[in-house]
């Protein structure tokens, strides 16, 4: 360990990415560690994002990657950070390969793990005909025939939203659940059935969704599946570096950032997913951005006394 980062940038996604981008700009000597974990990989195409409507996640991370080679000071490191800790002027990083990088402020872009549920036949469709996004998805399942899988206060407002993008919804609570006559009401102005028993499994051929399967053995045929999956983190990299999380709607464990993306750890800061309260790809590129330019005027302010944090 010879170098001292100015910024450690953990995670190669949308948000670090575009954090590195910036901090290359504003000639920050930055290291970025990519774990090769970003969430949407698992979507053949990225939905919504400006300039890269329908191309690919691995599309979007290449030409991402290929920018930065334009910055000499922006390194990049394939692996894991598997320990963290503060050091003496700063954090230090251990990756799994036993390289310990050291550096003066670290960004958090590690994303969250999705938590779909635990149904058989659910893994080869995540991210295509089963996902947890109508605004990444919908488009794609427009006027097929289409299900939410939910319970308790989201149950109504996932169904309602998938009537944006089809006339034939059905909403399915995976048991007894309790509705309110104004619920009911709002279920059948919009025309979507409610079910209530049991889901055992999905079926598919040839990776599309034909059915879901009920425990009594009875099958609702649907195209595509709109479920909850729970956000949470991968690693304890930000409760080893002393920053602390805050229970969300969608996240049990995101971490806490104020304004300017700053943790309660002042010089760790996060951006994307793992601290948003509603995860997309636009909002993650422009968090990236932003806490990019807080952290150069941070280390302006240690190294000339620039004002920080900014009025």
């Known amino acids: 360990m010879s170098q001292q980062w100015e910024c450690a940038v953990v995670g ?13 700009r504003a ?48 390194e990049f490191r394939t692996g894991e950070v598997v320990r963290g800790s503060s050091g003496e002027d700063g954090y230090l990083l251990d990756l799994a390969d036993g390289e310990t990088l050291s550096a003066r402020r670290v960004l958090l872009a590690t994303g969250m793990n999705y938590n779909p549920p635990d149904l058989p036949g659910i893994g080869e469709l995540w991210g295509s005909s089963v996902f947890q996004c109508p605004f990444c998805h919908g488009w794609e399942m427009r006027d097929e025939r289409l299900a939410a899988l939910a ?47 049991r889901v055992a499994e999905l079926a598919s051929t040839e990776g599309r969704l034909t059915a879901v399967v009920f425990a009594d053995g009875d099958r609702l045929e649907r195209d595509g599946l709109l ?4 956000l949470s983190q991968r690693t304890r990299l930000a409760e080893q570096l002393g920053a602390a999380c805050t229970p969300g709607p ?22 994307g997913d793992v601290c948003t309260k509603q995860p997309h790809l636009a909002g993650a590129i422009a968090a990236g951005s932003q806490a990019a330019m807080i952290i150069v005027q941070s280390l302006l302010s240690d190294d000339f006394g620039l004002p920080y944090p900014p009025a």
Do not use: C
């Not at 190669?12 to 290359?24: E, I, K, M, R």
């Not at 990989?41 to 329908?54: E, N, V």
């Not at 009401?185 to 409610?194: D, G, W, Y």
């Not at 479920?227 to 729970?230: C, D, K, M, T």
């Open 227 to 230: 479920v909850e999956a729970p």
């Open 12 to 24: 190669a996604g949308a948000a670090g990415l575009s954090a590195a981008l910036v901090l290359g």
């Open 151 to 197: 319970s308790g206060e989201e149950a109504v407002h996932a169904a309602l939203m998938l009537r944006g993008w089809s006339d034939d919804v059905m909403l399915l609570t995976d048991g007894p659940t309790q509705l309110d006559s104004e619920q009911l009401r709002m279920l059948q102005v919009a025309k979507v059935e409610v079910d209530q028993r």
């Open 27 to 74: 000639r920050r000597q930055v290291v970025v560690i990519d774990a090769g974990h970003q969430s949407n990989r698992a979507s053949p195409t990225i939905g919504g994002l400006l300039g890269y409507d329908q191309r690919s996640p691995a599309e979007l991370y290449a030409q991402g990657r290929s920018e930065l080679e334009a910055y000499p000071s922006v």
């Open 250 to 271: 969608l996240a049990g464990d995101a971490l806490d950032v104020d304004q300017i993306h700053r943790t309660n750890a002042p010089t760790v800061f996060a951006a």
